[in-house]
């Protein structure tokens, strides 16, 4: 009896686990904007998230499956946006290329979203791949020019 309460235990533990983590994916999440120094700087600036425009940074890798969904998702918005004052950038990141950048920002699993605004700060980051309008709409106040 003891083995099957243990069973039971560890089985509703997995699943409160699975549905916790399945909730996370391909959400849009704020993190904090603190200004970025030094080495990440120049690690953002090397791959071509700079201080003009909005940008959209995805990790990615060729044996990653849902990364191509990614892609999909992410060039479909930066097009719709294409045509505002402040268009966004699409960078694509492979990691095995950009190691050191994705230690940086702590890119622990692929598919990885980030999304920079126009002052190269990071403004939100989506594991797994991302909503069309939850990007967009993520996306869409950082095309537009700040009032001075």
């Given at each position: 009896?003891?083995?099957?309460?243990?069973?039971?235990?560890?089985?509703?533990a997995?699943?409160?686990?699975?549905?916790?983590?399945?909730?996370?994916?391909?959400?849009?999440?704020?993190?904090?904007?603190?200004?970025?120094?030094?080495?990440?700087?120049?690690?953002?600036?090397?791959?071509?998230?700079?201080?003009?425009?909005?940008?959209?940074?995805?990790?990615?890798?060729?044996?990653?499956?849902?990364?191509?969904?990614?892609?999909?998702?992410?060039?479909?918005?930066?097009?719709?946006?294409?045509?505002?004052?402040?268009p966004?950038?699409?960078?694509?990141?492979?990691?095995?290329?950009?190691?050191?950048?994705?230690?940086?920002?702590?890119?622990?699993?692929l598919?990885?979203?980030?999304?920079?605004?126009?002052?190269?700060?990071?403004?939100?980051?989506?594991?797994?791949?991302?909503k069309?309008?939850?990007?967009?709409?993520?996306?869409?106040?950082?095309?537009?020019?700040?009032?001075?």
């Amino acid at each position: 009896m003891i083995e099957l309460t243990i069973l039971a235990v560890v089985l509703l533990a997995g699943v409160a686990a699975g549905i916790a983590l399945r909730y996370r994916e391909g959400r849009v999440r704020t993190t904090e904007t603190a200004e970025i120094a030094g080495s990440r700087t120049e690690l953002l600036s090397a791959v071509g998230v700079t201080e003009a425009v909005p940008t959209v940074l995805h990790f990615s890798a060729e044996w990653c499956g849902p990364c191509a969904a990614v892609r999909r998702v992410v060039a479909g918005v930066v097009a719709d946006l294409a045509d505002t004052v402040r268009p966004p950038r699409d960078v694509e990141i492979d990691i095995d290329a950009e190691a050191e950048l994705a230690r940086e920002l702590n890119v622990l699993s692929l598919p990885t979203t980030f999304v920079f605004d126009a002052h190269g700060r990071e403004r939100f980051r989506i594991s797994g791949v991302p909503k069309a309008t939850d990007l967009r709409s993520a996306l869409a106040p950082l095309t537009v020019p700040e009032a001075a």
